[in-house]
């Protein structure tokens, strides 16, 4: 198939896609780029490519060419790519394993795809999504990922309901406090098989009462000249500990 025209019905669907009600309504998303392209073919989600006219690909999907306009049309990138792909959300597994991430609130895109990306690296099980984060089928969070959302379990809770879930499970539940916290640094090899780790908002941590369901509280140690790390960077750091042997 091949399109021309910028009023094109199929145009105007993949540009609708830029938003989050659209992508909820459709279960479908856009990736862009040749790398998310092909992170997205090895997971089995493509439904189609988009592919500029006089460009080619050796996927075995239906591909829709376009013209170059078109393309800079439905793009959210500065400088637009010659291949974009239609894709269908992923099958979230109803199991969340023995290690978990809970993210409270987090807003920015490229926090919660650097998180997501950590995950991965760090033997993450399950990431759960609480009230108030951003869609992690956001373009931003989807580039911020590095392809790495197509191969997680990502899933949205309620995280008040989902706690005492844990727990039934044995599953310790973390928060993060300095005052009466554990240095990272000092947990045992036994609490790092089944853990729950919950991370906050950018500007205001985790909600009171989620941090009063937690069985512990842990820190990170640094510097006294530095108040705080960004969030996406202590995740980081925490989930390294929790897979260090």
């Known amino acids: 198939m091949q399109i021309t025209s910028l009023e094109n019905e199929r145009v105007k669907k993949y540009c609708r896609l830029k938003e989050k009600k659209y992508r909820d309504q459709e279960n479908q998303f856009i990736v862009e780029g040749n790398h998310l392209v092909e992170e997205a073919y090895r997971a089995g989600l493509i439904d ?20 170059k306009e078109i393309i800079a ?21 109803e ?10 609130e987090i807003q920015d895109p490229g926090n919660l795809g650097t998180m997501i990306r950590s995950s991965k690296a760090f033997h993450i ?16 969070v989807l580039r911020s990922t590095q392809g790495m959302i197509f191969h ?9 309901g989902l706690i005492p879930k844990l727990k039934k499970e044995n599953i310790v539940v973390y928060g ?8 990272i640094r000092t947990i045992k090899k036994e609490k790092k098989e089944k853990f729950a780790l919950i991370m906050g908002n950018e500007g205001n941590g985790v909600h009171q009462e989620i941090l009063e369901l937690c069985d512990e509280y842990l820190y990170i140690p640094m510097s006294e000249e530095v ?19």
Do not use: Q, W
């Open 152 to 160: 997680s379990n990502i899933v949205t809770a309620k995280i008040e």
């Open 48 to 67: 189609e490519v988009i592919l500029e006219i006089g460009e080619e690909c050796s996927f075995n999907v239906p591909i829709v060419f376009v013209t």
């Open 95 to 104: 199991s969340l394993g023995n290690k978990i991430l809970i993210l409270d």
């Open 73 to 93: 049309k439905i793009t959210t990138l500065e400088s637009p790519p010659t291949i974009l792909a239609l894709c269908h959300k992923k099958e979230m597994k």
């Open 227 to 245: 108040e705080s790390l960004n969030v996406a960077i202590a995740t980081s750091i925490l989930l390294y500990e929790f897979d260090r042997r």
């Open 176 to 183: 993060t406090r300095v005052e009466s916290g554990i240095d």
């Open 125 to 140: 099980d399950s990431i759960v999504l609480g009230e108030g984060c951003v869609d992690f089928y956001n373009p931003k």
